[in-house]
């Protein structure tokens, strides 16, 4: 089975073909082998499955100035003084936005969140949050700090989605499998995820449901860690995600729009356990 067909004119429509072109850039900029031995200098990444896999729901906070729904947030958003909020109050593992056309993100963030991330007694896990579509981008993820990628089944075919969790596999990284639907999810599954992220949010038409969630929950193998991805905001939505099974929620403008992120994260968790 391969991919959906992606409807002309939608939103991920125009971020793949935006990632494909500054991708080109990059790999013109720096060749795949340096990249390749700037990861193998890395340390051994640290585990994300593992650290979404305590008892309760665990929260995974993420790192974004702007999104194509809401524009730009009106905060400061500083990506060390953020992940360092964030940990302090409780974060079991950060996102790190990296596109920069839609999310104003870099890689420059995702290396300044690691090199937090990594530096404490206990080491926390940072996913990269991108719209992976090439091997070229696993290998640089992992030369520039993260521990996990995100990889959007919307986004691959089948041949291209068992590639890259294998790339990642090999490079010692965990791959975030991010579904909407039950025939997603069901590719995620026959691809031999392990780590699934349900984003409540439709990403052509960008309506967020927590009930998408609810509704796929029962459904996810056996053995895999859900993560419920979009749309929590309280601790109200936190606690019903993790009655429909998520072991974790993904949280972004709830958090870095929030006055005191530290404490928010502190309130989503105290909610929850």
């Known amino acids: 089975m391969t991919g959906p067909s992606l409807q002309t004119g939608t939103v991920l429509d125009r971020i793949l073909a935006r990632t494909a072109a500054d991708l080109a850039v990059r790999k013109a900029r720096v060749p795949l082998a340096t990249l390749e031995r700037r990861s193998a200098a890395r340390p051994a990444p640290v ?107 919307a986004a691959l075919d089948d041949v291209t989605l068992r590639s890259l969790l294998r790339a990642a596999s090999d490079l010692g990284l965990e791959a975030l499998v991010e579904v909407h639907d039950e025939p997603e999810l069901a590719r995620a599954a026959a691809a031999g995820a392990d780590l699934i992220g349900v984003n409540n949010r439709d ?7 927590l009930a998408v969630t609810e509704r796929l929950a029962p459904l996810i193998p056996a053995g895999a860690v859900l993560v419920a991805e979009s749309g929590v905001f309280t601790a109200a939505d ?11 929620v993904l949280v972004g403008e709830g958090l870095i729009t929030a006055p005191d992120r530290a404490v928010a994260v502190r309130a989503l968790l105290d909610g929850v356990q």
Do not use: M, N
Request: a neutral charge; hydrophobic letters at 50%; glycine letters at 8%.
């Open 47 to 153: 585990g994300l499955r593992r650290a979404l896999s305590a008892p309760g729901v665990a929260v995974v906070a993420e790192i974004k100035r702007a999104s194509p729904s809401r524009g730009i947030f009106p905060v400061v958003v500083d990506p060390p003084a953020v992940a360092e909020a964030y940990l302090r109050g409780g974060a079991a593992a950060l996102s790190v936005l990296t596109d920069e056309p839609f999310f104003h993100g870099s890689l420059a963030d995702l290396a300044a969140v690691a090199g937090v991330a990594h530096d404490g007694a206990t080491p926390a896990p940072v996913l990269r949050k991108d719209f992976v579509v090439d091997l070229y981008q696993v290998v640089e993820s992992r030369a520039h700090g993260a521990d996990a990628i995100l990889l959007i089944v």
């Open 203 to 209: 990403l052509r038409s960008f309506v967020v449901d």
């Open 238 to 248: 936190a606690s019903r995600l993790g009655r429909a099974g998520a072991s974790a």
